[in-house]
């Protein structure tokens, strides 16, 4: 079966209310006997920060 468009997810920064920051990525996942698509989102974990988080490089390698 082909790769459907959309299947490639990149990683991106969301920020919550309190101004914190987060890496994330978001896919589409084909769903039995329907014809739509759910997308589905991930959270991997906080952006690196004086008080820890993950750097882009870090957030890459737990996507995969």
Sequence with gaps: MSRRKG????LR???RNDGSQYFYFQ?????????????RREIVG???????GL???EAEARKM
């Excluded at 299947?7 to 990149?10: A, G, P, Y």
């Excluded at 896919?27 to 997308?39: I, P």
């Design 7 to 10: 299947q490639i997810s990149m």
């Design 46 to 52: 906080p952006v690196k920060t004086k008080s820890g």
């Design 27 to 39: 896919y589409w996942l084909d769903v039995a006997g329907e014809d739509a698509r759910k997308r």
């Design 13 to 15: 920064i969301g920020r």
């Design 55 to 57: 750097t882009k490089a």
